[in-house]
């Protein structure tokens, strides 16, 4: 860099330093009878400009002008200054004449259907006025929202899967076991073992499962098994089958019915219900400690 160029630098930045109201420095370069500048002195002038002084900072009311600007609270927020949300865009008004550009149709064009007030969007399953397909078709039957829908497992099956030594029959049976070796392949409400395929049981099980058939009661009990029939909601069921989903979390207890039909049903004893146990288990702790 040439001596006149660094002069001719040196002047701009003082000239810019008189401008912002900053001290000037005093200069340690000396143009004349030098043939070159020293370079660093340059640019430690430059360093000297772009760097602010500590006492030339923002005053308060320069502060909150910027922080208002940027959307923050200037002040301790109370009921006193509390105000709506200003909107950040201007309303798009409409029909208020030619000259504003949205005059006459008020950007909806002539007519037609996009044009009409309030049926702008048609709902869902609207053909254009003729009869829809969901009104087309008869209906017969209806769901049922509170109906529960079970797994079914037949005997046979479980047999299968014993002598193929997926389960151990040694160890209580239940919907964590079916999933995980692929007897079944999804829950639904809970499983249900049906006596289908029953003179081909030959292990004594321990069932653990949502419902038995009497069937299956009787040919499980007449080999020595047991079973026993344990109520499961979505939640409860999943903690049973993934214990996985629930690390790290509170894991959720056993469920018990509500509904007086499954009130009724786990706490009769034809009907294995784990509630018909726990009711005589209790029972015996009383009169033990009668």
Not at 90 to 114: E, F, I, M, V, Y
Not at 196 to 214: F, I, M, W, Y
Request: positive net charge; proline residues 7%; charged residues 25%.
């Amino acid at each position: 860099m040439s001596a006149n160029t660094l002069a001719r630098s040196l002047s701009l930045l003082s000239v810019s330093r008189s401008i912002t109201g900053l001290p000037l420095k005093s200069a340690s370069l000396v143009a004349s009878g030098s043939s070159r500048i020293s370079l660093a002195s340059f640019h430690q002038q430059r360093r000297n400009l772009i760097t602010l002084p500590s006492n030339h900072a923002l005053s308060p009311r320069g502060k909150a002008s910027m922080l208002e600007r940027k959307g923050y609270a200037t002040e301790a927020i109370n009921l006193k200054n509390l105000k709506p949300g200003q909107p950040t865009k201007n309303r798009k008004r409409l029909g208020r004449g030619p000259s504003s550009g949205r005059g006459g149709t008020s950007t909806r064009g002539h007519k037609g259907q996009k044009a009409r007030a309030g049926n702008g969007k048609p709902v869902p399953g609207f053909e254009g006025g003729q009869t829809p397909l969901t009104r087309l078709y008869p209906k017969r039957g209806f769901n049922n929202v509170k109906g529960q829908k079970y797994v079914p497992v037949n005997l046979d099956r479980l047999q299968h899967w014993i002598d193929r030594g997926l389960i151990d029959p040694s160890r209580p049976i239940t919907a964590k076991e079916l999933y995980e070796t692929r007897c079944i392949h999804n829950l639904r409400d809970g499983v249900k073992i049906l006596g289908e395929g029953a003179k081909h049981l030959r292990d004594p099980v321990n069932l653990v499962v949502s419902r038995a058939s009497q069937s299956v009661i009787e040919a499980v009990e007449a080999l020595g098994g047991s079973v026993e029939c344990r109520y499961y909601n979505k939640l409860s069921l999943r903690a049973l089958v993934k214990p996985e989903k629930f690390v790290g979390r509170r894991r959720p207890k056993p469920a018990d019915p509500i509904a007086k039909k499954d009130l009724l049903w786990y706490s009769s004893p034809h009907n294995r219900g784990y509630l018909a146990k726990r009711r005589i288990a209790m029972e015996e702790l009383q009169s033990r400690s009668s």
